[in-house]
């Protein structure tokens, strides 16, 4: 059981290029979500998933696009990337039971010349 | 709006004193509340979380915290801290449907 798996680790962009951050969970939770966490910031969600076919936008999905076509991948898209994306970004995964922990990947550090 | 202010950016404390360290939220309805830990370069895990009942939690790792509605507070406390609890510390709360609404973090120092 890996719970919640995040690739790469590290990644260095140049302004405009784009590229595909993956998520993936064994735990066949139906809720996925992506958080950026920037210094001073906390942890801000991007977009979220409540299952397979379904997402919607967070507080800061600018620039972002995200899908779920199975309920164990939830991948992160950043179309032209900025310099502003520079962050940690973090995905997590729970049941939707009322109260249920998340469960965090060990994130993803993204940089952007 | 739900919202979460956590007080102290930094708190920096003596190997074996006690510490708190101060969340408070807003929300118009009834919440769940959570404080994650996250040691350095990595990810987030969960240390205590109030669903409902007994207003004082505990947590992993010998941390507590109290719920009090009145204030709308939610404080995470140890009463004596290790070189090892230094880290950032998470203030959440959760809204319908699982969305996670963060803190903006303390940093817990703990010097010998």
């Known amino acids: 059981n890996a719970g919640v798996t995040q690739t790469p680790k590290f990644q260095v962009l140049k302004t405009g290029q784009s590229m595909t951050l993956q998520c993936a969970q064994d735990?066949?939770?139906?809720?996925m979500s992506w958080y950026r966490q920037d210094p001073g910031m906390g942890l801000r969600l991007i977009h979220y998933?409540?299952?397979?076919?379904?997402?919607d936008q967070g507080e800061v999905p600018n620039g972002y696009n995200v899908s779920r076509s199975t309920t164990e991948d939830f991948p992160l898209r950043l179309l032209s990337a900025a310099p502003s994306q520079t962050s940690v970004y973090f995905c997590?995964?729970?049941?939707?039971?009322?109260?249920?922990?998340?469960?965090f990947g060990p994130g993803t550090r993204l940089l952007v010349l | 709006a739900q919202s979460v202010t956590q007080l102290d950016s930094q708190v920096p404390v003596f190997e074996e004193a006690p510490v708190e360290l101060r969340c408070n939220y807003s929300?118009?309805?009834?919440?769940?509340l959570f404080w994650y830990v996250q040691y350095p370069n990595q990810g987030l895990q969960l240390l205590l979380k109030?669903?409902?009942?007994?207003?004082l939690v505990k947590g992993i790792n010998g941390f507590e915290a109290e719920f009090n509605k009145s204030q709308t507070s939610f404080h995470l406390r140890k009463p004596s801290v290790h070189i090892s609890d230094t880290a950032e510390y998470f203030c959440?709360?959760?809204?319908?449907?699982?969305?996670?609404?963060f803190g903006q973090g303390t940093e817990l120092s703990v010097k010998p």
């Open positions: 997590a995964s729970s049941s939707r039971r009322p109260g249920e922990t998340q469960y």
């Open positions: 959440a709360v959760s809204l319908p449907g699982g969305k996670l609404i």
């Open positions: 735990m066949n939770h139906e809720y």
């Open positions: 109030y669903l409902s009942g007994s207003t």
């Open positions: 929300s118009s309805v009834s919440v769940y």
């Open positions: 998933s409540v299952g397979a076919g379904i997402t």
